[in-house]
């Protein structure tokens, strides 16, 4: 009796091009990935200025709202200085607001340094590498890279005339962000002369 012959099984396994292929789609997947992950930090990054100019904005706002509101200034005085009004026309550094409390007005001067912070352009504290604000190793934030623009304009009618009772406020907020990229916000509102 003779034993039946072995038949030899082809070898089963992966070609080169198929290990060349797998691993050109694993290198697109972990490069996606880190794009994304790349992506978030430089977001992240961005977002404590974005914040900072959300609120440098909504402060100019409220500061216009609240002199109309107590009287401080009359209506008519709710306006850019070209058209006789009390408000800077261009852009300025976030100076303090000087005597009249007005934010962008010709009396606006640098802030007195404070702290950490030197005098200039407004500063902000940071806490430092102990996470505890008003400790030794607090760090400032010049934010002379910001700038403020308050822009007031007529409101027109249907008919084209002008609203006597009521103005447009844009306020603007500019920055050069940490990737070098100019950045703005800006807040819209309508003020009339009625409180």
């Known amino acids: 009796m003779k034993k039946p012959g072995r038949k030899s099984k082809p070898q089963c396994g992966f070609t080169l091009i198929e290990v060349m292929i797998a691993i ?6 972990i490069l996606t990935v880190v794009a994304a992950f790349a992506t978030a930090v430089a977001s992240t990054q961005n977002a404590q200025e974005n914040l900072i100019a959300r609120q440098k904005a909504l402060e100019a706002m409220e500061s216009i ?4 509101n107590t009287q401080q200034i009359t209506f008519s005085q709710i306006a850019n200085i070209p058209n006789g009004g009390i408000f800077s026309s261009g852009t300025n550094p976030l100076w303090d607001a000087g005597n ?3 934010l962008n007005t010709a009396d606006d001067v640098p802030f007195a ?3 950490v912070c030197p005098a200039g352009p407004e500063c902000i504290t940071l806490p430092g590498p102990d996470g505890i604000l008003g400790t030794p190793d607090d760090v400032p934030m010049s934010l002379a890279n910001f700038t403020r623009q308050i822009q007031i304009n007529q409101v027109l009618e249907p008919d084209g005339s002008v ?3 009521l103005k447009q406020i844009t306020v603007t907020v500019s920055y050069i962000g940490l990737s070098a990229t100019p950045r ?4 819209n509102a309508l003020i009339s002369s009625f409180r």
């Open 24 to 29: 050109v789609i694993l290198s697109i997947g």
């Open 65 to 68: 709202f609240t002199a109309r």
């Open 100 to 102: 009249d409390g007005l």
């Open 113 to 115: 340094a404070k702290g």
């Open 163 to 165: 609203n006597p009772n």
């Open 184 to 187: 703005s916000y800006s807040v």
